[in-house]
Each structure stands twice: as C-alpha cells, then as structure tokens.
C-alpha cells in the first residue's frame, strides 16, 4: 500500500512553460485535494475533487487547472507558470465525508 | 472567514518535559479538526483527528483536546523525545470541503 505518490518531486521551469503534476492514491479514497505551501502562509487549497470526474475550485485557483479522469488519479496543470508559482504542492485524499486527510511527500516546484 | 492561529511559531524544550500545542480558531462551527506533524522537506502525516462531536483523542504519548465553544484545540505530547522534533499542523473543516483552514504551525525542537 503506497498510500499517496507525487510525480515529479522537483521541477525547475521556466516563466511561460507547462507542467502536469500527478497525484496517485491506492486507497480507493473518493475527495482528493491539491495544495500549496508557502512560508508564512501555511497551506492553502488550489482546487478538490469529490469524486471521479469532478472537480472543483479551492482557495487559490487561478493559474492552475485539475482533471479527475481516474478514481486513483488527481492531476494538477500549470498552463504557462509563473515565479508567483514557486511552491511546494501537496496532494492529499479521504474516503468518507469529514474523514482524515493523507498527505502526499510533495512536489518542490521553482518557477524561474 | 475562518482564521486559524497558532502559538508560539516556534518552541524549545528539553527531553523528558511534557508539552502542550494551541491551535485557535475564530469560526465555531467546525465539523472536524486533525492535527499533523511535518518534517522538513517532508509531506504531512497525520496524527489525530478530532469530529466535532468529540472532546478529545488520544494516540500514544498525544492527547489532543477541543473546545468548540471557545475556538481551541491543544496537543499534549508526553515525555517528549528529540524525535518529536518537527513542525506541527492543525487544521480546521469547516463549510465544506473547499473551507480547510490550516494554522501555519508550530515548529518544535526537543533537546537531548
């Protein structure tokens, strides 16, 4: 049981390039998230899934796109990244409503 | 909008003190709080969660309390060991799945 995998786990890109980050979970796990961490301003949502084939806006969407095409799968897409973008992006899931989150290890994104 | 506080940023003890963590949070009507431990470079794990319905949790040396009425939720860790060392999370659910509110932590050193 991997629990919840990040691909790639560090990515230097250049300001207008585009990225795809993936986020697998083996747990069968219906809610997936996508967040970002930054210093001083603690984690913040990006944008969530509550299901296969939904997706919906968190927090701090703009710039970022998601897809939920697979139960197990959660991506998240930079269409042409910004420095304003440099993070580290977190994935995580939960099975039922209200239940505790899992926390991926973290993709360490610089945006040049 | 929900705010979550904690304090201090920042704590250093010696091995062996039993210690406590606050977490604050100004909008009442939470439906869980979940606690987590981080350590650098690393993803978050999970270390307690707490339903709203509950007073308390324990796992371990941790105890993690909640007091609705007042915004507060605390982590008691006994007996601590340097490798307690790390930064700890709370988190707060509240309004729905995109209304996850995290502190920005308290990281803690215990001290051979």
């Known amino acids: 049981n991997a629990g919840v995998t990040q691909t790639p786990k560090f990515r230097v890109l250049k300001t207008g390039q585009s990225m795809t980050l993936l986020c697998a979970q083996d747990m069968n796990h219906e809610y997936m998230y996508w967040y970002r961490q930054d210093p001083g301003m603690g984690l913040r949502l990006i944008h969530y899934?509550?299901?296969?084939?939904?997706?919906a806006k968190g927090e701090v969407p703009d710039g970022y796109n998601v897809s939920r095409l697979k139960k197990q799968n959660f991506l998240l897409g930079l269409e042409s990244a910004a420095p304003s973008q440099t993070s580290v992006y977190f994935c995580?899931?939960?099975?039922?409503?209200?239940?505790?989150?899992?926390f991926g290890p973290g993709t360490r994104l610089t945006v040049l | 909008k929900q705010e979550v506080t904690q304090i201090p940023a920042a704590l250093s003890v010696p091995e062996g003190e039993n210690l406590v963590l606050n977490c604050s949070f100004t909008d009442s009507a939470i439906y869980n709080l979940q606690w987590f431990r981080q350590d650098p470079g690393k993803g978050l794990t999970s270390l307690l969660l707490i339903q709203s319905s509950q007073r308390e949790q324990t796992s371990g040396r941790l105890n993690a309390s909640l007091d609705k009425s007042s915004g507060r939720s605390t982590l008691y860790i006994a007996a601590s060991q340097p490798g307690d060392s790390a930064t700890y999370l709370c988190a707060v659910l509240s309004g729905g799945y995109q209304k996850v509110t995290f502190g920005t932590g308290t990281k803690l050193q215990v001290i051979p």
């Open positions: 995580a899931s939960h099975a039922r409503e209200w239940n505790e989150q899992f």
């Open positions: 899934s509550v299901g296969e084939g939904t997706t």
